[in-house]
């Protein structure tokens, strides 16, 4: 079968730019679709081709009619659903090709998929079932009934049977197919510090349950980690790359499989610069493995601080104490690993939630600190008990950089502090 995986174009709408001119908000991403890579991964034995619009833009019309697929997948975030939905739309016009839709979105609202241009819909992670379905496809005609995958049906509920997600749906043997993307690797860079970076996975999954966060319907709240060989297989496979990014969700969940991980990075003798998500109690607990991972090359970490506030950290269900916070940046401040810190702004944020905020991070100094606004991302817990506030509904807003409920303080005045925060500090982030 001739698969065409498409990575949607970088999309999105601001309400700041669009509405008061502001554009210093705007945040653009350009990593490589890990994703996509791990699914061609376990297609050896199909024609696979990835098509990064996010690099070429208007790539889709070529890609079908040089490569003619059969069928053709797409993967996306919640504020690339409504593009998904435009692609899938376009493939159908040119080309008598299945579609099939996974990814974040579609694991967390799999029924805003069920639209007349789709064939199925993927439910978490698909390394394993998609390649069942086109199995299925290709023996019966059909791919319904294999867990985790949903036939469409415009109009009715989608029927989805669950699947419970195991080591097995890694396929850790079948190593991502980064070669597809050759072409590209010079693109996936992290502009805001100019490195270029490669992507790995060690685990997928997060065993907490942030009401916020949308990855627990990817392994229905499992932590699944890869084997050790694996990921240095997968690191070694990205040949002269000098950063990985380990895009993980929670990198030390394990922190006896976190220790494991990098003794084997360091008997393998790979002598790379490491960026990784790691959550700050673990780095209070367990400074000693920072430690060890700082020797064999862990430059950045990535930290959900979210919010300082305590009572408002207690109602994400974050599982954190604010009071720790300024341990762990001291703790990694002393081990010389750099602080990406990720800030969660709430629309009920007044002048004094910004300002305290804005003091925090000047008083702690961390390095590239990334500020969002909190948003009920579809199937989370936060959309459910937040959804009669809503009042932009489009996904295309829905970048983390907008407010889809009402702002308490004028919205012209949200904004303003918010662009205003985010260029007092990203001027020379020293990551
Ligand atoms: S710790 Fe991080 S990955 Fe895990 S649920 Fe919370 S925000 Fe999500």
Redesign the pocket.
Known sequence: MNILLVNPPNCGRSVPEEQYGMDSIRQIFRGEPLALEALAGNLTDHAVRILDLKVTPDGLDDALAQFQPDLVGITGMTCEANAIVRIAGQVKAQRNALVVVGGIHASNDPDFFNVPAIDYVVVGLGKASFRDLIGQILATGNGGGIPGVAGTDPGKRLQITPRVYDATDLVPERPPAYDLVAANRHQYRLETLGLSMGFAITAF??????N?????ALTDGRYLPYPVEAVVRDIRLLGDVPVIRFVD??TF?DVARAQALCRGIAEAGIQKQFFA?V?ADMVVRHPDVMREWKQVGLRAVIV?F?EIDQLRLTE????CRADDYRRAIDILHELGIAIVGDFIISPDYSEHDFAALRRYIRETAIELPILSVLTPLPGTPLYRTMADRIVIHDLDFYTLTNAVVRTRLPEKDFYGLYAELTKAFHRKPAV
């Open positions: 999954g997060c065993p907490h349950r942030c916020f966060c949308c990855i627990e969700a929670n969940q998500d959550r959900g979210e994400m269900g974050k599982g």
